[in-house]
């Protein structure tokens, strides 16, 4: 199960992510791409949650939730198709 965090603060930690979302469940793994030249966060993470039930109350709970000074957009995240398999059709 996948959760699609955006429009977080550049200040935000992995850490901080897996603390407010384990109050709906068992989170399994948090991911916080940064830039790769500044090392800056990106401002989106992925958060991984144990069960469906999970993910539907954190989502449900944390859209909108103001979160270090923004408003939180929190979906389902999309499983990235790959083109190439998909263009052999």
Known sequence: MSIYVANLSEKVQE?????????????????????????????FAFVEMETDAEEAAAIHSLLGTEYMGRNLRVNKA?????????SNL
């Open 78 to 86: 999309i499983t990235k198709v790959n083109k190439s398999s998909s």
């Open 15 to 43: 850490d901080d992510l897996k603390k407010i979302f384990s109050e709906y469940g068992s989170v399994t793994k948090v991911r916080l791409p940064t830039c790769r030249q500044s090392g800056k966060s990106r401002g």
